[in-house]
């Protein structure tokens, strides 16, 4: 899903009066115009219009032009997605645990890179699509099918990863919890390493993960894998 730009879901969402429009969009039965939401929700329709526009970048509707039925402007409409309503309470609960983490633990980075560790200890099946059998009892798996293996999860999670040509480094080219990552970056970074380096070890890979460079660029993280 698209984000509006310098907004987060959460403050997308948090506007009794955008989500008034956003309920109006999945209650309807069919694509309506600026108009009928205003008549609908009882507000101006350029304010109708604004917060449509963020509920279209933020990718919780979609806007199109109906076909002309007679003289005048296309008709422009909108109709709400399949967007999680539950989205913005997991960005709320991640903030929390995060925050909980800072709070109470002296290293609250190697906390949350022993998290990790444990989230991928706790989905071995993932890593190996599905066969509950683990590692124990499948042969020695290869470097490159380890590394690939990782960036699949990781795209599976939504980091948009690239591997580079040397096979030292992945580039993260978006993260899904960026937001809370620039506010905590020990807690975030740590257990996004913490779930890599778990992973390379669940799969006996003859490689690991030793570095986790945050935000080289805006939008770009860098982890660089050594023996």
Not at 64 to 87: F, I, K, M, N, Q
Not at 214 to 227: A, M, N
Request: charged share 20%; glycine share 8%.
């Amino acid at each position: 899903m698209s984000q509006s730009p310098g907004l987060s879901h959460h403050q997308v969402l948090a506007s009794t009066s955008r989500m008034a429009v956003l309920d109006l969009l999945r209650a309807s039965d069919k694509a309506v115009g600026v108009l009928e939401v205003a008549q609908h929700v009882g507000l101006h329709q350029n304010t109708v219009r604004s917060h449509l526009d963020l509920l279209v970048q933020a990718g919780y509707a979609v806007r199109r032009t109906e076909d002309p039925s007679g003289p005048g402007r296309p008709r422009v409409v909108y109709e709400a997605t399949g967007a999680p309503e539950g989205e913005r309470n997991y960005e709320l609960l991640a903030e929390l645990l995060a925050q909980h983490l800072v709070a109470t633990s002296e290293r609250p980075g190697e906390a949350a890179a022993n998290a990790g560790r444990n989230w991928a200890g706790l989905s071995e099946h993932r890593l190996h699509d599905g066969n509950p059998s683990g590692p124990a009892e499948a042969p020695p798996i290869s470097e490159a099918n380890a590394v690939s293996t990782v960036v699949r999860m990781l795209a599976n999670i939504g980091f948009a990863p690239e591997l580079s040509a040397d096979h030292r480094a992945i580039s993260l080219h978006r993260c899904p919890f960026r937001e809370l990552a620039e506010k905590h970056p020990d807690v975030v970074c740590g257990a996004h390493m913490g779930m890599i380096q778990g992973a390379l070890a669940e799969l006996s890979a003859p490689v690991r993960a030793t570095n986790l460079l945050p935000f080289v660029q805006p939008d770009l993280c860098i982890v660089t894998l050594g023996q």
